[in-house]
């Protein structure tokens, strides 16, 4: 017996003494604790329920307002934008990191542009921007959203006639195994945009940034002389 009243029992199983009032019922402490877990679970269901409710809130349009929603974080980047392909305006999603060479090809459908080194190097993926070369692979699609991007195959006329240049390189054996012509076909139109009638030196600077691992150089080279001559 204690001195408050209550009855001490032996220790049980785990060492712990039970303890119970004069009414022989388990001591305040046992009932608060029983108490306290259920207030617990209550609130486990309430906070589940709240969560819930909040989902569909927002899933049924109450939320953010139009304004809010219209208006994109700082430092954000839109990505739906338009580009001018080969004399069309394009609608395309485009991620803040994207390459204009994937945006081409993957996006827009536009094989002809090839993918070699992905380092600009190569020159497979030659475009013209504005009518100056650029390689693809290495420039953002979203730093050309102004500008009128030519690709290979918006080099034949209207009615699918042959550039003078394509006919050329056909008609000199240019393509061998074909990967890097279209870069050497953009690269070549763009020269004789600038230069109608440039010297063998001038076009070999010209395409220095397009390399042909079949090597055939010289078959280019004279490709892009009988061009100009037609010219």
């Given at each position: 017996m204690r001195d408050d009243g209550r009855t001490s029992f032996g220790a049980g199983s785990g060492g712990e003494t039970t303890e119970r009032d004069e009414t022989g019922s388990p001591g305040a402490s046992l009932a608060s604790l029983k108490a306290s877990r259920r207030d617990f679970i209550k609130g486990v269901i309430a906070s589940g329920a709240t969560v819930a409710s909040m989902g569909y809130m927002f899933r049924s349009g109450v939320g953010p307002t139009p304004a809010m929603a219209a208006t994109p974080p700082a430092g954000a980047v839109e990505r739906l934008i338009t580009l001018k392909v080969n004399g069309q305006k394009r609608r395309v999603d485009v991620l803040p990191n994207e390459e204009?060479?994937?945006?081409?090809?993957?996006?827009?459908?536009?094989?002809?542009?090839?993918?070699?080194?992905?380092?600009?190097?190569?020159?497979?993926?030659?475009?013209?921007?504005?009518?100056?070369?650029?390689?693809?692979?290495?420039?953002?699609?979203?730093?050309?959203?102004?500008?009128e991007v030519t690709t290979v195959e918006g080099i034949a006329g209207p009615n699918g006639k042959l550039h003078p240049v394509q006919q050329a390189?056909?008609?000199?054996?240019?393509?061998?195994?074909?990967?890097?012509?279209?870069?050497?076909?953009?690269?070549?139109?763009?020269?004789?945009?600038?230069?109608?009638?440039?010297?063998?030196?001038?076009?070999?600077?010209?395409?220095?940034?397009?390399?042909?691992?079949?090597?055939?150089?010289?078959?280019?080279?004279?490709?892009?002389?009988?061009?100009?001559?037609?010219?």
């Open positions: 204009l060479a994937m945006t081409l090809r993957y996006k827009l459908g536009l094989t002809g542009t090839k993918l070699g080194c992905d380092r600009a190097e190569c020159g497979a993926c030659t475009v013209m921007l504005d009518g100056v070369t650029h390689y693809s692979c290495t420039t953002l699609t979203h730093t050309v959203r102004d500008r390189f056909i008609d000199e054996l240019g393509p061998q195994c074909g990967f890097c012509t279209p870069g050497q076909v953009v690269s070549a139109v763009s020269l004789l945009k600038r230069n109608p009638h440039p010297t063998v030196d001038e076009v070999k600077l010209a395409m220095s940034g397009n390399l042909c691992r079949c090597g055939a150089y010289e078959y280019y080279l004279k490709g892009i002389m009988r061009a100009a001559g037609e010219a």
